[in-house]
């Protein structure tokens, strides 16, 4: 039997329901969720993708031969992987077995935002997503973070590609020098939050011990991939939010993720984002604060972070409280209709939903509370794109048959009636799929 | 892949930036909001985000300091290579901006040099959200001065607040609504029929319901205001000329502002925009003559022209201020660009300015002048500009600035001379 419950294990923790999943759900509602995080299977949707440092290593080469190159490359090959990820990534989500698991896939993934705003990402943000983030969302956070720090994606994201110590051999050499954009958005955005109580002198140690971090080519280390180079690392010992640590090459910044990963302030942050995410935009500080203890009783492990979660009572209390971000949205759709269409075409309906795929409008990342997604305009949008699915569904579907599927027993009285008395079943499709309880989750 | 520029704007298509345009990789992030107000004065606000460099937009050429402390980046003095527009002897406007020196030569535009919020730390998200909320310090109030300075004169009419975009931005969230409209959906438009439907069960829901009956309304509006009449594009080149890079802010400023002046010009269009637009955050590569600054600032120059044109008469009874969360490092950093600073440029333009003048306290640029050895020392704090522009266009008096519009700046006098009385 369909139970609410089991409409809220798929709609708050998974990515809505595909067809007969809020009743496989129902049984158990809290294992349902759970059991998915010991699920280690890779989607077979993102198999035989190239690796980031091949695309890096096609792009550095389009570097070395000019602005032309570059061009060639990102409207062509780069762009071209850009929506081969899309595909793939949304085929994987609308296939997903462990939705939830996909959600924290996609939570991490803002966390770590490298956008395509910026345009030489558009073809390594999805090889981001795919290496640095998915293989960590149930370990330990910090090794995602040092997986995000080394991967070529964030490296040239937030300039710390071309960043040098101007003590070291080669600022000296070439009077170029720090930059210190990476340094201050680990701080800020990745680790302590911006009132986790480090200084300016902080984001400048934090960038001086990052210098060398860049991506192997024609000086050393394997074409694309991840490589430390001494030469370019400013020299000496650092002070980082009153800890000093030795000249220590590559290892420094590893020690300091370290030591960030399980500062209390970094516990918080990722606490409350993640409380946000899947409890309600303010969620109760209770519920927060407990959740930066588990986080660091257990050393950062995002595994546990996610399980306490799940099992939070309060998280099961709240009737519907969030809405669907676009793509959320747009991905719950499709596990409704069991479908996934040409990539083409889900990247321009986000477009139109406001979310185009790792397009976020800075290294913040997407926002997380309705009131940024809910706007008048926002609101019509979604009309529109409920009503041009509407109109390509089958005619031998029922309205009533879409809106058990997708809703069950969470219908309302006023959305089970509405969509009864729809005048055609376009307009009965479209109104389950704009319906308060499918915008939400 | 240009405009008709004998056919009314379409629906929804007030930035001209048709789908067809943006490659995938390319929405820039131009963004526009409009509310209504009880005047027949006009204000634009233009937020900057992501940090201008106000060394490089308005360069303290003859600054003893100023060559050696920009290195590669320096402009000549007027004249030389890579020479500066003269405007007043001490500064000069970037050759990007020379759109803009018709306006300074006719004394409608003002400049502010030196100048910053109260924010003294180098976050882009916490310095535009002082920016925009209007107190000194970050999440300080939970909604924005513009909206404030709106409840003030009892302007509530829901039905002419237009956002355009996704949500409104903070500086004019708040009591008064606002409602939005985003040009340019890929996806057909839902019928008002079902729109009626819909509306039916979004009774109920608290964010939902009043979010669609609004959108209902301005849409209705916009539609009758946008296709009431044709108008030539100003500038052609300028927008239109980006052949084969991406689509940036840069060429989606003019035709948003010039889209955006027509609205505030119709008898019943609102009286208030707020223009978006991002691509400041010259991290590296900055360039000079030429390079992404170059770009961003004729983009920026051509959107004010392009306002100007969509504003016609109505031009005469404009404020536009230009504002940015904070400067860059004087000096560049290692990778030809520059960080996040303090002081920058902010600028005032339109028929009601008294302007061909650059209002600045030179803290000069020696080592031992600079806020913390590396950036422009603030000497005019942001708020005095900007309460004088909303003394004139909205006529709140100077108490009801420092303690409702900016809270606790009783300090900070609205800044005189700037507005012609």
């Given amino acids: ?441 | 892949m240009k405009r008709d520029r004998s056919s009314p704007i379409p629906r929804r298509r007030l930035l001209g930036l048709a789908t067809g345009l943006a490659g995938l990789a390319a929405v820039a992030p131009v963004r526009l909001a409009f509310a209504n107000a009880p005047t027949e004065r006009r204000f634009v606000l233009v937020i900057l985000r992501g940090a201008l460099d106000g060394l490089a937009a308005v360069p303290p050429y003859a600054d003893p300091d100023y060559a050696n402390l920009r290195g590669a980046l320096a402009f000549g003095t007027p004249g030389e290579q890579a020479g500066v527009l003269d405007l007043d002897g001490r500064f000069g406007l970037n050759p990007a901006l020379a759109p803009l020196l018709p306006l300074w030569q006719a004394r409608e535009l003002a400049i502010l040099h030196a100048v910053a919020t109260p924010y003294r730390e180098r976050s882009h998200f916490d310095g535009q959200n002082l920016l925009e909320n209007g107190t000194s310090k970050p999440n300080g109030a939970p909604d924005g001065w513009l909206n404030r300075a709106l409840a003030v004169i009892g302007a509530s009419d829901r039905r002419l607040g237009l956002v355009v975009g996704e949500t409104a931005p903070l500086v004019l969230e708040g009591s008064v609504p606002v409602a939005s409209w985003e040009p340019a959906g890929l996806l057909p438009e839902a019928s008002p029929d079902f729109l009626t439907q819909l509306a039916a069960i979004y009774r109920a829901d608290p964010l939902l319901g009043p979010a669609l009956a609004t959108g209902i309304d301005s849409q209705r509006l916009s539609d009758e205001i946008m296709s009431a009449g044709p108008s030539a594009a100003p500038n052609d080149t300028s927008a239109g000329a980006n052949n084969n890079m991406k689509l940036r802010a840069a060429d989606l400023l003019a035709p948003a502002a010039e889209g955006a002046g027509k609205l505030l010009a119709d008898p019943r269009g609102p009286r208030i925009a707020v223009l978006e637009a991002g691509g400041w955050d010259t991290h590296a590569n900055q360039g000079l003559m030429t390079g992404r600054l170059a770009t961003a600032l004729a983009g920026l120059a051509n959107g004010m022209v392009a306002l100007k044109h969509g504003l016609g008469p109505a031009w005469s009874e404009t404020v536009v201020a230009v504002v940015t969360e904070f400067g860059r490092t004087a000096a560049p950093n290692g990778t030809g660009g520059t960080d996040h600073g303090t002081a920058t440029v902010a600028m005032l333009a339109g028929g009601r300015v008294a302007g061909g003048r650059i209002v600045t306290t030179w803290p000069g640029l020696a080592t031992a002048r600079l806020y913390q050895g590396r950036d422009l020392a603030p000497t005019m704090d942001l708020r005095a500009p900007l309460k004088a522009v909303l003394a004139s266009q909205l006529e709140i008096d100077a108490p009801t600035l420092a303690r409702v519009v900016f809270p606790d700046s009783p300090s900070i006098e609205p800044l005189d001379g700037v507005i012609r009385s």
């Fill in chain 1, 1 to 441: 039997m369909a139970s609410i419950a089991g409409f809220q294990a798929v709609a708050r923790f998974g990515l809505g329901a595909r067809a007969g999943e809020i009743e496989e759900a129902s049984a158990a509602p809290d294992d349902w969720v759970l059991a998915q995080l010991q699920d280690g299977a890779w989607p077979s949707a993102l198999s035989g993708m190239p690796s980031g440092q091949s695309l890096a290593e096609d792009l550095l080469k389009a570097f070395n031969r000019g602005a032309q190159a570059v061009q060639e490359n990102l409207k062509g090959a780069a762009r071209q992987q850009y929506i081969d990820e899309i595909g793939a990534r949304t085929k994987a989500q609308v296939e997903s077995q462990a939705p939830f698991k996909e959600r924290l896939v996609a939570f991490w993934s803002n966390h770590f935002t490298v956008s395509i705003a910026k345009p030489a990402l558009i073809g390594l943000a999805g090889a981001f997503e795919r290496e640095a983030i998915r293989p960590h969302v149930t370990g330990r956070f910090v090794d995602m973070l040092l997986a995000v720090l080394r991967h070529p994606a964030m490296l040239l994201y937030l300039d710390n590609a071309q960043s040098i110590g101007p003590g070291s051999r080669a600022g000296e050499l070439r009077n170029r020098g720090l930059n210190e954009n990476l340094g201050r958005e680990v701080l800020e955005l990745h680790t302590l939050g911006v009132d986790g109580g480090y200084r300016q002198e902080d984001v400048q140690a934090f960038a001086r011990m990052l210098t060398g971090w860049s991506i192997g080519g024609k000086r050393g280390g394997t074409p694309g991939a991840f490589h430390f180079y001494p030469q370019l690392h400013e020299p000496g010992a650092k002070t980082l939010l009153g800890r000093q640590y030795p000249e220590g090459g590559e290892a420094e910044v590893e020690q300091a993720a370290a030591d960030l990963a399980l500062h209390p302030a970094t516990a918080r942050h990722l606490a409350l984002k993640l409380a946000r995410h899947f409890i309600a935009d303010e969620p109760p500080a209770d519920i927060v604060g407990r959740l930066a203890d588990r986080y660091l009783e257990t050393g950062g492990a995002l595994g546990a972070m996610a399980a306490f979660i799940a099992r939070e009572p309060d998280a099961w209390h709240m009737p519907l409280t969030k809405v669907k971000t676009p793509n959320e949205l747009m991905v719950s759709t499709l596990r409704v209709l069991g479908r996934t269409p040409d990539p083409k075409a889900i990247i321009a309906s986000l477009k139109s939903l406001g979310q185009i795929p790792f397009d976020a409008p800075s290294p913040a990342g997407w926002p997380d509370r309705a009131e940024d997604w809910v706007g008048p305009e926002a609101v019509l949008r979604r009309a529109d794109f409920a009503m041009a699915v509407a109109q390509r569904l089958p005619a031998n579907l029922q309205p009533r048959q879409l809106l058990d599927v997708a809703l069950g027993p969470a219908a309302s009285d006023v959305t089970r009636q509405a969509v009864e008395r729809a005048p055609a079943p376009a307009d009965g499709f479209a109104l389950v799929l704009a319906a308060p309880e499918f915008q939400r989750r």
